[in-house]
């Protein structure tokens, strides 16, 4: 079993550091550094942090289909990972606000409403009957690796906690009042840049088989 891209082992704790490392200067920049009016539009929709974010998970995207692609044991975990990442990327880049995406298409209220053809809540509903199946699936293939990897402190459970502790950070702070100043923003808009490094870690990190297609072993010539 080898990992996808090899990386030292003691250098998980040092590309860890580094994203909270960036963070921490990114918020500096954004609510110190510069004026308050640049920093609003470093955070906007279509800000710079926003569309790195966008980038980072892209780049998270393309590294766990390689992975997909180059070991056929985890093909289907790995390629449900890549449905999922791409709902996520498309969510920072509030593709969900769009003028063509219905609104409130994910509330009851909006397939309870009379007023909203039958063909587009089917559209939108199977849209997300396939993300939830997506994700249960990812689920119950992810639990049974937890425990060893816990037991082996395997770095992608590390980043993956990492990446949940700072996305969950970023969702209470956009719902608390501390989002209504300038400040609270910023740490949301950067929290999730920072969950955005730490996905791509976790998939870095993640063990693959690179000797094997399709489920036999190659030869080290």
Not at 1 to 6: I, V
Request: aromatic share 10%; glycine share 6%.
């Amino acid at each position: 079993m080898k990992r996808l891209y090899g990386i030292t082992a003691c250098g998980n704790r040092g590309l860890a550091m580094l994203v909270l490392f960036v963070g921490v200067v990114l918020f500096a920049v954004v609510t110190l550094a510069v004026s308050e009016d640049v920093g609003r539009r470093l955070i906007a929709d279509d800000g710079l942090v926003q569309v790195a974010t966008f980038v980072v998970l892209s780049v998270a995207v393309l590294l766990a289909a390689n992975g997909a692609i180059r070991d056929p044991l985890e093909r289907v975990f790995l390629g449900l990972t890549v449905f999922l990442l791409v709902l996520y990327a498309a969510r920072e880049a509030d593709l969900h606000r769009a003028d063509w995406v219905p609104e409130h298409f994910s509330s009851l209220k909006f397939y309870l409403s009379a007023d909203v053809p039958l063909v587009e809540k089917a559209v939108c509903g199977s849209f997300l009957l396939a993300a939830a199946v997506a994700a249960v699936l990812v689920i119950v293939r992810a639990v049974p690796k937890i425990r060893p990897a816990f037991r082996a402190r395997q770095p992608w459970l590390m980043f993956s906690l990492a990446w949940a502790g700072v996305f969950v950070a970023s969702q209470i702070s956009d719902q608390s009042s501390w989002n209504l100043v300038f400040e609270g923003q910023a740490f949301e808009e950067i929290a999730e840049f920072m969950a955005s490094g730490f996905v791509v870690l976790t998939v870095l990190r993640y063990p693959i088989n690179q000797g094997q297609r399709d489920g036999k072993p190659q030869s080290a010539g």
